[in-house]
Nanobody
Framework: QVQLVESGGGLVQAGDSLRLSCAASGRPFSTYAMGWFRQAPGKEREFVAAITWSSGYTYYADFVEGRFTISRDNAKNTMYLQMNSLKPEDTAVYYC?????????????????WGRGTQVTVSS
């Protein structure tokens, strides 16, 4: 079984930064890409960013507007999300996910493994 564990969430003020981490462990698996999603109270889960594991190609949701940077450390099986200039509307539970098969990075259904999430709260 594959486990994904997020960390790094917390309570910050608008304009602050946070760095989320997602560590993968368990049985070895071939990863095509990993991504970050978020879900705010009363809203659907939405795509934030994704990175392909071998080439490092990155893709972001429009609302990121250059504030977030996704990266990965292949040797550590860890993915990161550096979030700068945080806004109150960024408040959500952030989930990391991994997908094995090539496909559209923004589609939730294509991801095979999910973490339990880490809470990010941005106060105004």
């Amino acid at each position: 079984q594959v486990q994904l564990v997020e960390s790094g969430g917390g309570l910050v003020q608008a304009g602050d930064s946070l760095r989320l981490s997602c560590a993968a462990s368990g049985r070895p698996f071939s990863t095509y890409a990993m991504g970050w999603f978020r879900q705010a109270p009363g809203k659907e889960r939405e795509f934030v960013a994704a990175i392909t594991w071998s080439s490092g190609y990155t893709y972001y949701a429009d609302f990121v507007e250059g504030r977030f940077t996704i990266s990965r450390d292949n040797a550590k099986n860890t993915m990161y999300l550096q979030m700068n200039s945080l806004k109150p509307e960024d408040t959500a539970v952030y989930y990391c996910a991994a997908r094995i098969i090539v496909g559209v990075l923004t589609q939730i259904a294509g991801y095979d493994y999910w973490g339990r999430g880490t809470q990010v709260t941005v106060s105004s």
